[in-house]
Antibody, heavy 123, light 108 residues
Framework: EVQLVESGGDLVQPGGSLRLSCEVS????????MHWVRQVPGKGLEWVSC????????YYADSVKGRFTISRDNAKNTLYLQMNSLRAEDTAIYYC????????????????WGQGTLVTVSS | DTVLTQSPATLSLSPGETATLSCRTS??????LVWYQQKPGQAPRLLIY???IRATGIPARFSGSGSGTDFTLTISSLEPEDFAVYYC??????????FGGGTKVEIK
């Protein structure tokens, strides 16, 4: 059974930092590109970042570029999102999501989502 | 960035009726359009990808169509569990990946 379990969400002050983790099981993590998608409670979905299966390529939304860093540890089956210089507008539920197909190039179809972890940026 | 516009924002229907949801993109995405369903307090669930391919385990009452810039998700004979919010997402022109604003299908 595929499982994605996020952790690390918390209340943080503007300008602060957080690192989110997503521990996965039930599939060969090292062969799938992975993404982070966020959602302000009650609002729509916003793609945040992507990392290729071999970590060779990463992409970011303009809204987080230069502040967030996606990474992965294939030996630990874990995806990360380091978030620095946090702003009130980063407040959201952050989902770790898995691509439907394995391989080097991400196809950006998400067949499994974690339960989400809530990040609140407020003073 | 490719902008996705979903309509209507809210669809009020009764169980057994057919729901027709629209997603229009600001530029062609070929057939690289994905549909998700989200229920309150839950993560989104993959329904349809590449415009018309049902994901594993998705009932046949869910169907997708379209290409280019106009896409439709049809839910035939709504079941009580189908009342939810539906999002479209394009995977043709990225980064960034973009989602539509969602259509809420509510019980009339």
């Amino acid at each position: 059974e595929v499982q994605l379990v996020e952790s690390g969400g918390d209340l943080v002050q503007p300008g602060g930092s957080l690192r989110l983790s997503c521990e996965v099981s039930g599939f060969t993590f090292s062969t799938f590109s992975m993404h982070w998608v966020r959602q302000v409670p009650g609002k729509g979905l916003e793609w945040v970042s992507c990392i290729y299966s071999d970590e060779a390529v990463t992409y970011y939304a303009d809204s987080v570029k230069g502040r967030f860093t996606i990474s992965r540890d294939n030996a630990k089956n874990t995806l990360y999102l380091q978030m620095n210089s946090l702003r009130a507008e980063d407040t959201a539920i952050y989902y770790c999501v898995k691509e439907i197909g394995a391989g080097h190039n991400p196809g950006a179809v998400f067949d499994y989502w974690g339960q989400g972890t809530l990040v609140t940026v407020s003073s | 960035d490719t902008v996705l516009t979903q309509s209507p924002a809210t669809l009020s229907l009764s169980p057994g009726e057919t729901a027709t949801l629209s997603c229009r993109t600001s530029q062609s995405v070929s057939r690289h359009l994905v549909w998700y369903q989200q229920k309150p307090g839950q993560a989104p669930r993959l329904l349809i990808y590449d415009a018309s391919i049902r994901a594993t385990g998705i009932p046949a009452r869910f169907s997708g169509s379209g290409s280019g810039t106009d896409f439709t998700l049809t839910i035939s004979s709504l079941e009580p569990e189908d009342f939810a919010v539906y999002y479209c997402q394009q995977r043709q022109n990225w980064p960034p990946l973009t989602f539509g604003g969602g259509t809420k299908v509510e019980i009339k």
